[in-house]
């Protein structure tokens, strides 16, 4: 049989956004392409005509219904730095608790679209439900649902309603226990077991040489955070472990988003209590001094890095972006070689990809 050229996507059920382009031998993937290059917004170019203030609701579009938070708090963590603004300790921890929030409803996400991937459609409904019940805290402190623009610079915009340390540790309580039957259903079940375990391995020496960052990371055995490294806000008080895979297989990848949401619920148990009184958010000066700095954070899926260089006007002179997903590619030719066809979407949905924020 010839060797057949297959275009996938984009507008995919699998690719999304993505297109690739796979050459088979029957049954056998010879060779991977991928074409990313259907989502560009300009976003590092329209921050430049914006004041800094301005920009972090533009910032909050590259990876806007997942996690925006892990956007939009590397940000204004590098506007900060190069102003040299120091922010209160309420504010501190309030921007923990809401980036743990968006984590865990990013990683549902993600274990959602793992669960009916294989055919779960039980997880879909679990996920999404219990996913609602953490946007919903969300919304009681931001008061927006997806994009919610509640870090800002100096500090963050409003203060936790009453009621809501009590309200959000009820629900992380019953999460808990919900996960327990996420494993039942999905983790250790021996028919997920069957379609992605052995599947997509990727080698921790392959995983550091390929730039791959975040829960993948983690789950080929590399026991790298920016929570843990290089400490931002106050995450160097709390206690948690960073989970790692022994395989660096799909399932690792699928199971890493499940044993990470367990972690985040420490945090927050961890930061609703020892949350301190006190103010919100400090003045800032309008504009940058002169510079040039570089700020990162672990957003949901991995590393999100902000390079700001200010020329002592009030808007910035360049804002590089260095995003998870984007990081993440080179992972799938790597392992879209020399494999069944069938493997592909089972690979592809286990590294939780964005396009949004690989081509902004």
């Given at each position: 049989m010839p060797v057949m050229r297959l275009s996938m996507g984009p507008q995919h059920p699998v690719t999304s956004h993505f297109r690739f382009l796979v050459?088979?031998?029957?049954?056998?993937?010879?060779?991977?392409?991928?074409?990313?290059?259907?989502?560009?917004?300009?976003?590092?170019?329209?921050?430049?005509?914006?004041?800094?203030?301005?920009?972090?609701?533009?910032?909050?579009?590259?990876?806007?219904?997942?996690?925006?938070?892990?956007?939009?708090?590397?940000?204004?963590?590098?506007?900060?730095?190069?102003?040299?603004?120091?922010?209160?300790?309420?504010?501190?921890y309030l921007r923990v608790i809401v980036a743990e929030l968006n984590r865990i409803a990013s990683h549902l996400y993600a274990v959602c679209l793992v669960g009916i991937s294989a055919g779960f459609e039980t997880m879909l409904m679990w996920c999404i439900n219990e996913r609602e019940l953490i946007l919903d805290l969300l919304v009681q402190l931001s008061g927006q649902r997806i994009t919610y623009t509640y870090p800002t610079i100096g500090g963050v915009r409003w203060d936790m309603p009453d009621g809501f340390k009590e309200e959000a540790l009820k629900r992380l309580d019953y999460l808990e226990k919900r996960l327990e039957d996420y494993y039942k259903m999905m983790a250790w079940n021996r028919t997920f077991e069957m379609r992605f375990k052995n599947v997509g391995i990727l080698k921790p020496s392959d995983a550091i040489r390929l730039g791959i960052v975040g829960p993948n990371l983690r789950a080929s055995g590399v026991k790298a955070d920016v929570r843990k490294d290089e400490p931002y806000e106050v995450y160097d008080r709390f206690d948690f472990e960073v989970p790692i895979g022994k395989n660096g297989d799909c399932y690792d990848r699928a199971s890493m988003r499940l044993k990470e949401i367990e972690q985040s619920i420490v945090i927050l148990r961890q930061a609703l209590k020892e949350i301190p009184e006190g103010p919100l958010k400090v003045g800032t000066p309008p504009t940058a001094p002169k510079g040039e700095t570089y700020s990162r954070v672990e957003s949901a899926r991995g590393e999100f890095g902000y390079y700001l260089i200010s020329d002592g006007k009030s808007k910035p002179y360049r804002l590089k972006i260095s995003t998870p997903s984007f990081r993440n590619l080179p992972a799938l030719p790597h392992l879209c070689k020399n494999i069944p066809l069938g493997d592909i979407p089972v690979i592809f949905i286990t590294f939780d990809y964005i396009p949004l924020d690989v081509d902004r």
């Open positions: 050459d088979v031998d029957g049954d056998e993937v010879l060779n991977f392409e991928w074409d990313v290059g259907y989502t560009h917004r300009g976003i590092e170019k329209l921050v430049e005509n914006r004041i800094y203030l301005q920009n972090i609701p533009v910032v909050e579009r590259i990876n806007s219904y997942c996690d925006a938070i892990g956007t939009t708090l590397g940000y204004v963590e590098v506007v900060e730095e190069l102003m040299g603004v120091e922010i209160p300790e309420r504010a501190k």
